[in-house]
């Protein structure tokens, strides 16, 4: 039970688990992935064993459980108790055990926001995330001709990881104002951050490769039959409607989306941390409102790796003094911390997904992907049926009642019928991550209280 | 490194670098699409790329609805592409 | 709305739908209020059940014969009215099956289904290997089995709201998130108005059709009511090929736990197919109040005894798991009619995880009783001031 439990071995995971190690905590890394990194620091998956990387090490003594889903999270007396897979991914032979934990920190990070277009679930549309994955970790590029669209800065690594595996970037399309309006801004709020230097490295990159970036643009439609073969863009103006006109189809056979990130926060909802515009609420040691469950990284908000890893120091921290140890103040990380939260806001207020994307989708654009729900009969059956509330509007329409549970859809039905407070509803999933009917049945030990092995 | 993997794909032997997902083979395989939707047929391959949108589903030693995305090939996986809603074998 | 209402209904889940439709047609002037959106508490939840299979010869079996037999003329009633797409409930008179896993329970299902011929259910006795035909995916350990032709099944939330589509269609209104605080009562004592949080409805009466929530409505209103809450947890598979199960199939341990007083966690196999392919597995019944946590150990319980059933279902994804409270009266039985202690309060309340089935039968008997015509069944058994609800409420 005085083992801290840390789900997720991103940056926010990883300097967790470090900060409390560091602190003498029993310290036991959950991860999905078979290495440490998470998204950002996702490492080429077929380098075979490989020699050791500083950026993603776990200090010795952490337990590390890697190819790990936690599929429950429920309460008992004095903490919490985490359900556990573990194995091929959706293999119904996984290895099930449970882990009790006074001191929890959920570290499950976000992932890409799609917004809906005609044609988006042709095979061929990416999300810019998937782009990212396939090339860092399997050496492989989603097209040969892509085109990178969405918002914010996090598009530019993105492009350079397209690059490196060997794709060649039509264009990169900012849907709002161009971030190269932060390098005008050099005392601002990234001042010191090192983020300058990274975008301006990353625009550079687009230059040598002659990839245009062009702000105030984005793809509105994917055409092909069976894959993408083109696509059209479109200039769009201050909210996001597309300008009459400046239509052009463009050859293409990748389409790569990303408009923002959403939080996954299946856990932190089940373990019942009070949210604020879907993100999980923290104080300033990154404690949950809920007594023992810390949240760090991109489940607080959107920042970037940087500051995950500060609110991950933090949390680990936090959590060793929970569980009787006396780490040293994290004076640095706070810091690190407040000054990243500054830009988390500065870059949420200067590329917001702005309304306009409603007006892209045709009647029969999907919405759900899942259960193939256009956005005519979404509108329709949500009018028809006076569907007021997340519960009531999933069984009317059945948008977001398929396999992916609402992760893709939720935000972009909620937005689209004109109330975001929806996406709350959507977001609820008491089973996290699927699991196999016989794997429900079976259980864990005989006992059902296998924790984390090694010394306690 | 030189160590490669066997695995068969709708019945084709394919040999496999450890660490390849089953949608990284399959992609390399110049396959883009690889499941149809059980409402209207529609075909479907890689979306979100890490597991959260259940689009990739493949067939993986009989087993429907696996993540290709997510699932690493293993010596002598029999994998195939799933056509809409499909029963455990 | 011209004027004030002569009802107020207080909830828009499926049972309050049901009265507000029953009312209006009957030429009532109804607001619906609900302090959240229709259809997003207890039916919600719902698997849809419109069985008869379940119940045991009494007045509960003949409320929901009743009810059996005017749904489906209801919903034909609406199609007409409000048309095909606005009405649609995705009703399916599948049927049910029944199966015993072990000779004794085989022994005891039979006996128990001739107590319910002798009411007039259909109930047909099969064997294992017709079983089999019917359900090929059900386990080889079926030792006995009863077919249920009436049983049926509805989807609660297209139901409720198609409900209340047409108590608008006729002039009436629906408020959502708007929270019933109490009644106002005139001079005499009856009721004269409800008050809500968007101000005082004047009103002839009001109809408590709150489920879980109806005793603190009902206290609210200031007169007691022991309606209590149950948790009931159901299991959503991944979308599975039509035709895996086709009926609504239980294990014959299902009927022991609905009027049971058992405290502790009971779970009954429930197994069903819906139209979009997922299967949805039932269920749990736990009294733990209003605290919705989800306890792994009560989806597993359910899980287990789902794959003994269906063995191929073992290897299926789970996608969710979601979770209600459902509305109990002491003695198990609804609680429909006037008020005495408070004239011009009515009660439609207590139909347990039975409340989508029992709705259209439950809101005829309401209006009849309203309307002082001939009741569609002796409302005496549903008596809020019967002995064993004024005991309890007295204790």
Redesign the interface.
Known sequence: MNRIAVIGAGPAGLAAARSAAAAGADVCVID?E?APGG?YLRRD????ARAHDPATALPPGVEHRPDTVVWAIEPVPGGHRLHLRTG?????GRTGATVDTRALVLATGA??R?LPFPGW???????A???Q??AK??R?A?GERVLLAGTGPFLLPVARSLLDAGARITAVLEAGEPVTGWLRDPAGVLAGSGKLGELAGHLAALARHRVPYRPRTTVVAAHGR??VEAATTVRLDRDWNPVPGTERRVEADAVCVGFGFTP?TELAVAAGCAMAEGFVRVDAAQATSVPGVFAAGELTGIGGAALSAAEGEVAGAAAARLVGRDPRPPLAALRRVRRGRRFAAALAAAHPVRPGWTTWLAEDTLVC????VGAGELRAAARERAASAARPLKLVTRAGL???QG??CGRNVAELLGDPRLADGFARRPIAA?VRLGELAAGNTADGTNTCAGPR | ?S?RLTARIDGREVAV?????V??VL??QGR??WRT????G??????????????C?VV?NG?P???A????V?EGDDIRVQH?????R | MPGSPDVVVVGAGVVGAACAEALSAAGRRVVVVDRGAPASGTTGAGEGNVLVSDKEPGPELRLAQVSRELWPDLLAGLREEIGPSAAEAEWDPKGGLVAALGDADAEALAAFAATQRDQGVRAEDITPRRARELEPHLTPRVSGAVLYPDDAQLQPVLAATALLAAVRARGGEVRAHTAALGVRRDRSGAVAALATSAGDIPCGAVVNACGPWSGAFAEAAGVALDIRPRRGVVLVT????PG?VRRKVYDADYVGAVGSDDADLQTSTVVESTAA?TVLIGSSRERVGFDDTMRVHVLRAIARKAAALFP?L????VMRAYGGFRPYAPDHLPVIGPDPRLPGLWHATGHEGAGIGLAAGTARLLADLVTGADPVLDPAPFRVDRPALLAEATA
């Not at chain 1, 998956?45 to 075979?48: D, E, R, T, V």
């Not at chain 2, 939707?37 to 209207?40: E, H, L, N, V």
């Not at chain 2, 529609?42 to 689009?55: A, L, N, Q, Y």
């Open positions: 999905a078979p998204q998956a077929l380098a075979g091929p991914a959706d293999d119904p992932h890409d799609a679930d042709l095979p061929g549309v990416f999300t995330g998937a782009a994955a396939l970790a399997q492989l989603v069976d894959a996954q992907r899942c259960e193939e398929g396999p992916c992760r893709v699927p | 490194m160590e670098t450890p660490g390849e997902t949608a990284a992609l390399r883009r699409s939707t059980r409402g209207a529609r075909p479907r391959g890689v979306f979100c790329g890490i597991g959260v949108c259940f689009d589903l993986v087993v609805d696996v993540r995305c997510r699932r690493r293993a809409g809603a499909e029963l455990p | 991944a979308p599975l090929p895996t392919g191929v073992e290897r299926v994804p």
